[in-house]
């Protein structure tokens, strides 16, 4: 079936810093892709999507651009604040089960001042 | 313009009683879908809704759990006789009617209910 792995947190990084958090997937056919934040207690927004091969989502200064050729949607900001600071999930829809949201387990990002 | 409401926020229950969770849908949205997230763990489909009809409930524990989105009022997840494993984050997201459904258009979660079970 489909899955979503993205890599463990924390991931701890200096105001400014660059940030790049992976995120790989399995589909069996051509899943629309997603990034959401998690801020402390409350609940999703999303952050960008991609909605086909080659396609880059980009919000807020975050990017991330759907490579087909290896599975991966890779979530990126130049210059992080610390109000960045949350959790964030990659998550895929299949057209096959449309209306479901295949979640990633989540990683926590801190950003320091 | 309301989003996605949930209620309670927080609810704590003891060991076999019955949790009742309620999702109202953003306004003009038909279909609902309801999450789990466990401690540490990313969320997890249970079930999704249109008004009197569940379309899928391929998520949901085979037993305990229920959902519902009747034709007046929010969509109720009722989970009977809790355990302490049931303690977790229940997010409810909404989307447009049919032909616009899922997360490409529109797709909404709401902040969520904190069951506690003591």
């Known amino acids: 079936g489909d899955s979503v792995t993205q890599m463990e947190g924390p991931v701890t990084l200096s105001e400014e810093a660059f940030l790049t958090i992976n995120c790989t997937y399995t589909a069996t056919g051509y899943p629309s892709l997603f990034w959401y934040v998690q801020y402390p207690g409350e609940g999703l927004q999303l952050l960008l999507k991609a909605t086909k091969a080659d396609d880059k989502g980009s919000n807020k200064g975050f990017e991330a651009t759907y490579r087909k050729e290896t599975t991966s949607f890779h979530l990126e900001k130049g210059s992080v604040q610390v109000s960045d600071s949350a959790v964030y999930f990659c998550a895929l829809s299949d057209r096959d089960s449309w209306g479901k949201l295949q979640f990633g387990a989540g990683t926590q990002v801190v950003v320091t001042p | 313009n309301a989003g996605v409401m949930q209620n309670p926020r927080h609810l704590v229950r003891r060991r076999g009683q019955e949790a009742r969770l309620r999702c109202s849908p953003m306004k003009g949205h038909s279909h609902v879908y309801w999450y789990r997230q466990l401690p540490e763990e990313g969320l997890k489909f249970m079930v999704y809704?249109?008004?009197?009809?569940?379309?899928?409930e391929s998520g949901m524990p085979k037993e305990r759990f229920s959902a519902e989105f009747p034709k007046e009022g929010p969509s109720i997840l009722r989970i009977q006789q809790v355990v302490r494993g049931d303690s977790a984050a229940y997010f409810c997201a909404s989307s447009p009617p049919e032909g616009r459904n899922g997360p490409n258009y529109g797709y909404t979660f709401g902040s969520g209910t904190r069951l506690t079970v003591v």
């Open positions: 809704l249109q008004k009197e009809n569940i379309i899928d």
